[in-house]
Each structure stands twice: as structure tokens, then as C-alpha cells.
């Protein structure tokens, strides 16, 4: 949890157009990958595993 603290304080320092390009990044990936193996489900299975790895 400390992690995601110290990574959400430093997501704010960032400039406006990263931020924009970060977020945008990852749900254009979670709805192309949910899109593609049918259901929300496995494309929220993978955003919670990609934010468990940080």
C-alpha cells in the first residue's frame, strides 16, 4: 500500500500531459485486452495484476 502512496505523490508532481498520456495508456490497454478475450472480467483481472507487480 506504501507503494502505491509513494507512486500516486509522485503521479502528481508529473506534468499535465504525462498524466493525460498515462492514463489514457491504460485504459485504452484494458479495453482492447477486455475487448479481445470477451468480458470485463479478465481486463480488470489484469489492471489489479499489473498494479499488484508495482
Known amino acids: 500500500m506504501q507503494a502505491l502512496q509513494r507512486f ?5 508532481t508529473e506534468p499535465v ?3 493525460i498520456l498515462v492514463v489514457s ?3 485504452i490497454a484494458v479495453v482492447f485486452s ?5 468480458g ?3 481486463g480488470s483481472a489484469k489492471l489489479v495484476t499489473c498494479l499488484n507487480q508495482m
Open 25 to 27: 495508456m491504460l485504459l
Open 34 to 38: 477486455s475487448s479481445a478475450f470477451d
Open 40 to 42: 470485463t472480467l479478465r
Open 17 to 19: 500531459w504525462f498524466k
Open 8 to 12: 500516486y505523490r509522485l503521479f502528481l
